[in-house]
């Protein structure tokens, strides 16, 4: 007897019922047993368009006619073979339910599916099921436990591991992110959940018109260890009240976030107008748009509302905004700021960020290229408000004196903003052009770009030769400083006991190339002092120089800075580099002969709001006891006349000289540009820190921040990652090794870094602005 439960069988029985037009009888042993059989092994023998050779016989009519009542119940019996379920939770046919979640609808649906069906056909059978008349073409299919978009949709559920217990979602891939601005202000975006973070900042920086996006990064918001926990109501309301204050739309609005939404009609935020033809778009004077609205921002939601606002300074309007923020304490609460940077190489739901949440917008590595004021009024407010934040929360240290200087550009920037644009553009065409030129000599020069041309006409190495004192300190030993003949050539300094042992050999010698400037100047205590740790085979050797005025001291820094960085005198940087540290100084200088200054302008400042809470609490120890709640009337016109002083040394500039003067000051400060970890180093048996800058790498005492060892990226010939154990090591010239594991935050987010900056120093002014996303990739994402 010839059965029919395989595929064998029915091609069998397909041959017996149509040989020779159904001549003879059926197969012995045919009977519904069959039915068994897949449907698809028997769609062949449905004979609804047979065409006989000849015409037909009354029995062989009457064997047609009973193939197919047989056909018919098999297809009778299949279909309720089509609802039995097996043990396994498969169904006898082959199938098995996939459960799906729709979140627009928050509705669960259930499909019958094969392995062998690929992630289109389980969409489009998702949304035929649904019958809801919508645009899903933004939707795509999210897998909750192993927390991956099912983006490749030729893929099948096979070649994804997905089973009958798998719980996907179908989501869409734009969504509304609450995302905080370096000032401080909230705005709504949509922003491609499912693109890495890499790109989706690229395409928030193209809305807000910001460019070289790759300077910025996406941060958790840190949490104050201080403070006890609180639901997540109370945090958010908390930040609204502390940090919203101040319209950011068209005053009178009644909101305090600016919806950036999609275009009419799409899914996508707006691109903005990315100045890749580098044409004009801020006036340098004031940074408000040269070209129309519409052109400026395109059909953006910005361009409804006030373009120009985020180039627009908000000054804080209440100083208990300031004293309630987070300031870390200590390096190791900075460190611990540095947990919350995402992977740049990971969507965001792989990252568990949700719909909504708040997260911080900042700039992540300190190397800011090409910065324009014709191209980046956005930007160069942005990096400012970052800056202006990071003094008056103490993030970075200063002086009483550079705190003075930052308050005063911040109290001439806030006035500059208020005022109406139509008195800047009243300006003649002459004044705008000497702007211009000034703003020229100003710009800043960047790190990591293309290596400076040595000028032409040059014919000798320049050099630098004077009295200075030198201090080599030691343990237990009190500050004395010895009087040298020294000369500063190459990037070396000798040192002779007078000018006229000059020609014989020196009494010490220093190569600078590779070490630590860190400048100490006190203007009132005409302190010009210059530290310098200097990198040896066992460590950093301190030397301390001192200069006896404000121009020998701006020479000779200008020189070691260069020289550290393996460049000369000769190098063109090196005048401009003077020229900004004297006018660094001099911003800083007293007014001996202050000006009468009218009350109500006085009345306008609030000191509170424009000087950090230390240097405040350093006046406030001068008062008298009793007065607690209030700082007494002397002592804030005190710190007001101070920084009314200091306010005369830049009350010239214009609004876009003031922010760009504010940045390169900021840049100046000794601890700019410094990333921390906390790391353990291989052989030590301490915590420490790991500092990362744009150009090198520093181990770091973790109690008193200084420097113990710096390893220049020049001389990187390698770095790796041990993923097992999260150990990263850097390997340099000369056979030095160094390891290290980070202990409070993934190694990924230092190799992040490392990766970066090698990145971002392979950028030219020459090149095209597009981004080379895979190089990226390539150098920061790693492997596991």
Same mark, same amino acid.
């Given at each position: 007897?010839?059965?029919?439960?395989?595929?064998?069988?029915?091609?069998?029985?397909?041959?017996?019922?149509?040989?020779?037009?159904?001549?003879?009888? #059926?197969?012995?042993?045919?009977?519904?047993?069959?039915?068994?059989?897949?449907?698809? +092994? %028997? =769609?062949?023998l449905?004979?609804?368009?047979?065409?006989?050779?000849?015409?037909?016989?009354? @029995?062989?009519?009457?064997?047609?006619?009973?193939?197919?009542?047989?056909?018919?119940?098999?297809?009778?019996?299949?279909?309720?073979?089509?609802?039995?379920?097996?043990?396994?939770?498969?169904?006898?046919?082959?199938?098995?339910?996939?459960?799906?979640?729709?979140?627009?609808?928050?509705?669960d649906?259930?499909?019958?599916?094969?392995?062998?069906?690929?992630?289109? =056909?389980?969409?489009?059978?998702?949304?035929?099921?649904?019958?809801?008349?919508?645009?899903?073409?933004?939707?795509?299919? +999210?897998?909750?436990?192993?927390?991956? +978009?099912?983006? !490749?949709?030729?893929?099948? %559920?096979?070649?994804?591991?997905?089973?009958?217990?798998?719980?996907?979602?179908?989501?869409?891939?734009?969504?509304?992110?609450?995302?905080?601005?370096?000032? /401080?202000?909230?705005?709504?975006?949509?922003v491609?959940?499912?693109?890495?973070?890499?790109?989706?900042?690229?395409?928030?920086?193209?809305?807000?018109n910001?460019?070289?996006?790759?300077?910025?990064?996406?941060?958790?918001?840190?949490?104050?260890p201080?403070?006890?926990k609180?639901?997540? %109501?109370?945090?958010?309301?908390?930040?609204e009240?502390?940090?919203?204050?101040?319209?950011?739309?068209?005053?009178?609005?009644?909101?305090?976030?600016?919806?950036?939404?999609?275009?009419?009609?799409?899914?996508?935020?707006?691109?903005?107008?990315?100045? !890749?033809?580098?044409?004009?778009?801020?006036?340098?004077?004031?940074? @408000?748009?040269? @070209?129309?609205?519409?052109?400026?921002?395109?059909?953006?939601?910005?361009?409804?509302?006030?373009?120009?606002?985020?180039?627009?300074?908000?000054?804080?309007?209440?100083?208990e905004?300031?004293?309630? /923020?987070?300031?870390?304490?200590?390096?190791?609460?900075?460190?611990?700021?540095?947990?919350?940077?995402?992977?740049?190489?990971?969507?965001?739901?792989?990252?568990?960020?949700?719909?909504? *949440?708040?997260?911080?917008?900042?700039?992540?590595?300190?190397?800011?290229?090409?910065?324009?004021?014709?191209?980046?009024?956005?930007?160069?407010?942005? %990096?400012?408000?970052q800056? !202006? +934040?990071?003094?008056?929360?103490?993030?970075?240290?200063?002086?009483?004196?550079?705190? /003075?200087?930052?308050?005063?550009?911040?109290?001439?920037?806030?006035?500059?903003?208020?005022?109406?644009?139509?008195n800047?553009?009243?300006?003649?065409? !002459?004044?705008?052009?000497?702007?211009?030129?000034?703003? @020229?000599?100003?710009?800043?020069?960047?790190?990591?770009?293309?290596?400076?041309?040595?000028?032409?006409?040059?014919?000798?190495? #320049?050099?630098?030769?004077?009295?200075?004192?030198?201090?080599?300190?030691?343990?237990?030993?009190?500050?004395?400083?010895?009087?040298?003949?020294?000369?500063?050539?190459?990037?070396?300094?000798s040192?002779?006991?007078?000018?006229? *042992?000059?020609?014989?050999?020196?009494?010490?010698?220093?190569?600078?190339?590779?070490c *630590?400037?860190?400048?100490?100047?006190?203007?009132?205590?005409?302190?010009?002092?210059?530290?310098?740790?200097?990198?040896?085979?066992?460590?950093?050797? *301190?030397?301390w120089?001192?200069?006896?005025?404000?121009?020998?001291y701006?020479?000779?820094?200008?020189?070691?800075?260069?020289?550290?960085? =393996?460049?000369?005198?000769?190098?063109?940087?090196?005048?401009?580099?003077?020229?900004?540290?004297?006018?660094?100084?001099?911003?800083?200088?007293?007014?001996?002969?202050?000006?009468?200054i009218?009350?109500?302008?006085?009345?306008?400042?609030? #000191?509170?709001?424009?000087?950090?809470?230390?240097?405040?609490?350093?006046?406030?120890?001068?008062?008298?006891?009793?007065?607690?709640?209030?700082?007494?009337?002397?002592?804030?016109?005190?710190?007001?006349?101070?920084?009314?002083?200091?306010?005369?040394?830049?009350?010239?500039?214009?609004?876009?000289?003031?922010?760009?003067?504010?940045?390169?000051?900021?840049?100046?400060?000794?601890?700019?540009?410094?990333?921390?970890?906390?790391?353990?180093?291989?052989?030590?048996k301490?915590?420490?820190?790991?500092?990362?800058?744009?150009n090198?790498?520093?181990?770091?005492?973790?109690?008193?921040?200084?420097?113990?060892?710096?390893?220049?990226?020049?001389?990187?010939?390698q770095?790796?990652?041990?993923?097992?154990?999260?150990?990263?090591?850097?390997?340099?010239?000369?056979?030095?090794?160094?390891?290290?594991?980070?202990?409070?935050?993934?190694?990924?987010?230092?190799?992040?870094?490392?990766?970066g900056?090698?990145?971002?120093?392979?950028?030219?002014?020459?090149?095209?602005?597009s981004?080379?996303?895979?190089?990226?990739?390539?150098?920061?994402?790693?492997?596991?």
């Open positions: 007897m010839q059965t029919l439960g395989s595929p064998v069988g029915v091609a069998d029985c397909a041959g017996h019922c149509l040989q020779s037009n159904f001549c003879g009888s #059926p197969p012995s042993g045919l009977s519904h047993s069959f039915v068994g059989c897949s449907w698809s +092994w %028997l =769609g062949h449905l004979f609804k368009d047979f065409v006989p050779r000849a015409p037909l016989s009354s @029995s062989r009519s009457a064997t047609l006619l009973t193939a197919r009542r047989l056909l018919d119940s098999l297809q009778e019996g299949a279909m309720a073979l089509d609802g039995i379920r097996m043990p396994d939770g498969c169904y006898a046919d082959g199938t098995w339910e996939l459960s799906v979640h729709v979140t627009d609808l928050s509705r649906v259930t499909l019958r599916v094969t392995g062998e069906v690929h992630i289109g =056909g389980v969409m489009l059978k998702l949304v035929e099921k649904l019958d809801v008349k919508k645009d899903w073409s933004d939707h795509a299919l +999210w897998w909750e436990k192993k927390r991956t +978009w099912l983006l !490749k949709t030729h893929w099948t %559920l096979d070649k994804y591991g997905i089973q009958a217990d798998a719980k996907l979602q179908f989501t869409p891939q734009h969504k509304l992110l609450r995302l905080q601005l370096p000032n /401080m202000k909230y705005v709504k975006v949509k491609n959940f499912s693109d890495r973070v890499f790109k989706a900042v690229s395409d928030i920086c193209k809305t807000f910001i460019r070289h996006p790759e300077e910025l990064s996406l941060l958790k918001k840190p949490r104050d201080t403070k006890k609180k639901k997540k %109501l109370d945090d958010q309301s908390e930040d009240a502390l940090e919203l204050e101040g319209p950011l739309i068209t005053p009178g609005s009644g909101t305090d976030v600016l919806y950036i939404g999609p275009l009419k009609g799409s899914i996508y935020s707006s691109p903005g107008l990315y100045s !890749k033809t580098m044409t004009p778009t801020y006036d340098a004077h004031d940074g @408000s748009p040269l @070209s129309p609205t519409s052109a400026w921002f395109g059909d953006s939601a910005l361009s409804e509302g006030n373009p120009g606002i985020l180039a627009v300074s908000q000054p804080i309007t209440s100083p905004i300031l004293a309630k /923020m987070f300031k870390p304490q200590a390096l190791l609460d900075k460190a611990k700021i540095n947990q919350g940077w995402l992977d740049s190489s990971r969507s965001l739901m792989e990252q568990d960020v949700k719909e909504n *949440e708040a997260l911080l917008l900042r700039f992540k590595y300190y190397s800011f290229f090409d910065l324009n004021p014709k191209y980046d009024a956005i930007r160069i407010n942005q %990096l400012y408000e800056a !202006k +934040w990071a003094i008056l929360l103490e993030e970075i240290e200063c002086t009483e004196e550079e705190m /003075m200087m930052f308050a005063a550009l911040q109290y001439h920037i806030n006035k500059l903003s208020i005022m109406t644009s139509e800047h553009l009243n300006n003649s065409d !002459k004044e705008v052009d000497e702007v211009d030129a000034a703003l @020229s000599d100003l710009e800043i020069t960047l790190e990591g770009g293309k290596t400076s041309t040595i000028l032409g006409d040059i014919t000798s190495i #320049p050099e630098l030769a004077d009295y200075i004192k030198v201090f080599k300190p030691k343990k237990l030993t009190l500050k004395g400083y010895k009087q040298y003949w020294c000369t500063f050539k190459d990037t070396s300094i040192c002779y006991k007078s000018k006229e *042992e000059s020609s014989g050999t020196p009494a010490h010698q220093m190569n600078l190339r590779g *630590e400037v860190t400048p100490d100047v006190n203007i009132s205590g005409q302190k010009f002092n210059i530290k310098l740790l200097i990198p040896v085979a066992d460590g950093m050797n *301190e030397i120089l001192r200069c006896d005025n404000e121009k020998q701006a020479h000779w820094m200008a020189a070691c800075r260069l020289a550290s960085k =393996g460049k000369t005198m000769a190098d063109s940087s090196y005048n401009p580099e003077v020229q900004n540290i004297l006018s660094f100084l001099k911003m800083q200088h007293l007014n001996p002969d202050p000006q009468f009218p009350e109500q302008i006085t009345a306008d400042i609030n #000191p509170e709001c424009l000087v950090s809470p230390r240097y405040l609490k350093k006046y406030k120890n001068k008062q008298e006891k009793g007065c607690k709640k209030q700082m007494p009337g002397y002592i804030r016109d005190l710190i007001t006349a101070r920084i009314l002083e200091a306010h005369q040394n830049v009350a010239q500039m214009s609004l876009i000289e003031a922010k760009m003067r504010f940045i390169q000051a900021w840049q100046s400060l000794p601890e700019f540009g410094i990333t921390h970890f906390i790391a353990r180093f291989q052989g030590g301490k915590e420490e820190l790991i500092g990362i800058a744009y090198r790498l520093i181990r770091m005492d973790a109690g008193t921040g200084d420097a113990i060892k710096t390893w220049r990226f020049s001389n990187m010939k770095w790796n990652v041990n993923w097992e154990i999260k150990m990263v090591t850097v390997e340099f010239a000369d056979e030095v090794r160094l390891s290290f594991i980070c202990t409070e935050v993934d190694c990924k987010v230092v190799h992040e870094f490392i990766g900056y090698i990145f971002l120093s392979t950028r030219a002014k020459d090149q095209n602005e981004l080379d996303e895979e190089m990226f990739y390539k150098l920061t994402s790693g492997w596991v």
